[in-house]
Antibody
Framework: QVQLQESGPGLVKPSQTLSLTCTVS??????????WSWIRQHPGKGLEWIGYIYYSGSTYYNPSLKSRVTISVDTSKNQFSLKLSSVTAADTAVYYC????????????WGQGTLVTVSS | DIQMTQSPSSLSASVGDRVTITCQAS??????LNWYQQKPGKAPKLLIYDASNLETGVPSRFSGSGSGTDFTFTISSLQPEDIATYYC?????????FGPGTKVDIK
């Protein structure tokens, strides 16, 4: 059974960089066949897709965040990561990692989510 | 970006009622539409993919239909454990976008 687990600081200061890692178990990122996404949810609000990465390193970012987002992959650790720079209070959200089949378009496995608060 | 709208934004229904949620896309997305259920404090769970296909293990009281710009999600007989917020999501284009959600409550 595939499992995804987010990790990283729960508190980030304004203007700093938010960094999160998603560790995948029960399946290998390097086997291909899936995109690995980051999705966030502002408190009490809907879902916003941030972007995804393929095991090869190819990425696509939501244009609304593109200038501040970097998603990377470490296949040796079976992990992928999110960096969001120059954060403000508006970036306070629950951040989820999720898996999307190449031939699917749906998110079939999700991490449990991690709340990141931007505050001084 | 493709904009997704949902209606209603919330509803209350009795156990056993038929519940219907609609989702509309700002442009034709064929059947590239998924539905998720999210319970408080939990990650979303995939229920329906490709507009009408039931994800493995999901109860058959959940169903979806539609194509193009208009889609429907139905719970044929509402159960207490169905209390949640339901989201539609398109994947015709990048970026992936979600509807604003419909909160379902028990009357």
């Amino acid at each position: 059974q595939v499992q995804l687990q987010e990790s990283g600081p729960g508190l980030v200061k304004p203007s700093q960089t938010l960094s999160l890692t998603c560790t995948v178990s029960g399946g290998s990122i390097s086997s291909g066949g899936y995109y690995w996404s980051w999705i966030r949810q502002h408190p009490g609000k809907g879902l916003e897709w941030i972007g995804y990465i393929y095991y090869s390193g190819s990425t696509y970012y939501n244009p609304s965040l593109k200038s501040r987002v970097t998603i990377s992959v470490d296949t040796s650790k079976n992990q992928f990561s999110l960096k969001l720079s120059s954060v403000t209070a508006a970036d306070t959200a629950v951040y989820y990692c999720a898996r999307e089949p190449l031939m699917g378009g749906y998110f079939d496995y999700w991490g449990q989510g991690t709340l990141v608060t931007v505050s001084s | 970006d493709i904009q997704m709208t949902q209606s209603p934004s919330s509803l209350s229904a009795s156990v056993g009622d038929r519940v219907t949620i609609t989702c509309q896309a700002s442009q034709d997305i064929s059947n590239y539409l998924n539905w998720y259920q999210q319970k408080p404090g939990k990650a979303p769970k995939l229920l329906i993919y490709d507009a009408s296909n039931l994800e493995t293990g999901v109860p058959s009281r959940f169903s979806g239909s539609g194509s193009g710009t208009d889609f429907t999600f139905t719970i044929s007989s509402l159960q207490p454990e169905d209390i949640a917020t339901y989201y539609c999501q398109q994947y015709d284009n990048l970026p992936r976008t979600f509807g604003p959600g419909t909160k379902v409550d028990i009357k």
